[in-house]
T-cell receptor, first 114, second 115 residues
Framework: AQSVTQPDIHITVSEGASLELRCNYS??????LFWYVQSPGQGLQLLLK??????LVQGIKGFEAEFKRSQSSFNLRKPSVHWSDAAEYFC????????????FGQGTTLQVKP | EAGVTQSPTHLIKTRGQQATLRCSPI?????VYWYQQALGLGLQFLLW???????NRGNFPPRFSGRQFPNYSSELNVNALELEDSALYLC??????????????FGDGTRLSIL
């Protein structure tokens, strides 16, 4: 069965520090992978996506993610975190086949210390 | 370019009532998706519409239904509301039916509260 695991429910980093959010997936074929961010009271904003090709993808707001097939991972990184990055981050895979369905991880809440 | 817009922002209902949530996709997008984000349950896929037809539905009871209009906007209807239906309902849209290679773009959601 397809699934996404975000092992860290909550992460706290200091402003200016680097960030890595982990995402592991289980998928039968070459996956489509996404990272979304959700600020309080808002919807999901697409940060970046991986479909194929270069395994290091760049996104908005200075984020990047690396697809590692051997580890079934798609970790999100940012070299220097800003206070405005505090939010909940979701990794997603899919849609599988012709279902239209994205499968989301449970999310990681990022807190940024001043 | 306007993003996905949802209305209303908040909706308060009582048990047994019916709720209608609305979504306008990004211009040019033909596929509309609905997700439920309930506390403790994460983001769950509800429905997918494309070109006016329901293409797929998630593991939700039949009292969750919807439709897509000729202008590609969509409605989600929830009948016989239960307390557990309290959640943020998110609508997303994408460019075409083969959603795999087209990312889904989300609106800000409708917060449905059942009293």
């Amino acid at each position: 069965a397809q699934s996404v695991t975000q092992p860290d429910i909550h992460i706290t980093v200091s402003e200016g520090a680097s960030l890595e959010l982990r995402c592991n997936y289980s998928y039968g074929a070459t996956p489509y992978l996404f990272w979304y961010v959700q600020s309080p009271g808002q919807g999901l904003q697409l940060l970046l996506k991986y479909f194929s090709g270069d395994t290091l993808v760049q996104g908005i707001k200075g984020f990047e993610a690396e697809f590692k097939r051997s580890q079934s991972s798609f970790n999100l990184r940012k070299p220097s975190v800003h206070w405005s990055d505090a939010a909940e981050y979701f990794c997603a895979v899919g849609p599988s086949g012709n279902t239209g369905k994205l499968i989301f991880g449970q999310g990681t809440t990022l807190q940024v210390k001043p | 370019e306007a993003g996905v817009t949802q209305s209303p922002t908040h909706l308060i209902k009582t048990r047994g009532q019916q709720a209608t949530l609305r979504c306008s996709p990004i211009s040019g997008h033909t596929s509309v998706y609905w997700y439920q984000q309930a506390l403790g349950l994460g983001l769950q896929f509800l429905l997918w519409y494309d070109e006016g037809e329901e293409r797929n539905r998630g593991n939700f009871p039949p009292r969750f239904s919807g439709r897509q209009f000729p202008n590609y906007s969509s409605e989600l209807n929830v009948n016989a509301l239960e307390l557990e239906d309290s959640a943020l309902y998110l609508c997303a849209s994408s460019l075409n039916r083969q959603g795999g290679n087209q990312p889904q773009h989300f609106g800000d959601g409708t917060r449905l509260s059942i009293l």
